[in-house]
């Protein structure tokens, strides 16, 4: 409790200058935290004053809610890397790497990955990125836990978090409209959303994003796209995210 009383003081490094609702939850991991810590040692950009590089951001929100959507098309604008760790897990996933069937496993029952597992792909791509000469970045769906913002915010200036919302019958319908192209990797959805408003809730309308037709025979579904797979998603996502909340500004 702790670590959450911390965060919710605008004071915080981490949370300086949210303009939106932020939530957080707490981590089941069981990975000491200076040992986690250590994966960020060499990253000297980390407390670089804004002025001497990009922008570092942040955007969270429930599976489905456009978070990718919005981050991609951002970092694109703003010429930083958008970093999803959903993206380094998947990445870890399709590789032939001992970690593969572990994460296969906790991904496809729709649980969160270990904060251990998290931090080491991340500091990797964070690593890799710094040698090609990146500067900032839009973090996409990190952190997701306590013990991931208290060692975000110790090691890295964060300036903006933007934690994206939207109902949930909406986001189960988004989840199960997602493909993607299995040749240039391109995100899209075939989900026509129309939800009627009402009970003071606004109506809701969501044209679907559709591929190029040169991308349109080679369309896949995420393996942890499936219903059953959402919902549990959905599930725990709203189970630990309702232990805090906060709002600043
Ligand atoms: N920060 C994180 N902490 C723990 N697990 C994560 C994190 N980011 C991604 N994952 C794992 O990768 C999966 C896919 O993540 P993501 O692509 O962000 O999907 P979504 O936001 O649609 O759930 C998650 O269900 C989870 O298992």
Redesign the pocket.
Known sequence: MAALSRLSKPSSKFFANITRSVYFYSSASAAPEPEIKSYFQNHNFARKAPKDRNVQWVFL????VG??TYASRLSKFLGVPHI????L??EELASSGSLSQQLSE??NQ??????EI?FNLLSKRLEAGQAGGESGFIL??????VK?AEILEEVMDIDLVVNLKLCEDVLLEK?LGRRMCSQCGGNFNVANINVKGGNGNPSISMAPLLPPAHCMSKLITRA?DTEEVVKE?LRVYNEKVSLHSFTIL
Do not use: N, Y
């Open positions: 929100g429930c599976p489905g978070k990718g999803a760790t959903g993206d897990v998947r906790i991904v729709g649980k969160l990955v270990s904060d998290i996409d769906g990190f952190p997701r836990t991931q989840c942890d998603r």
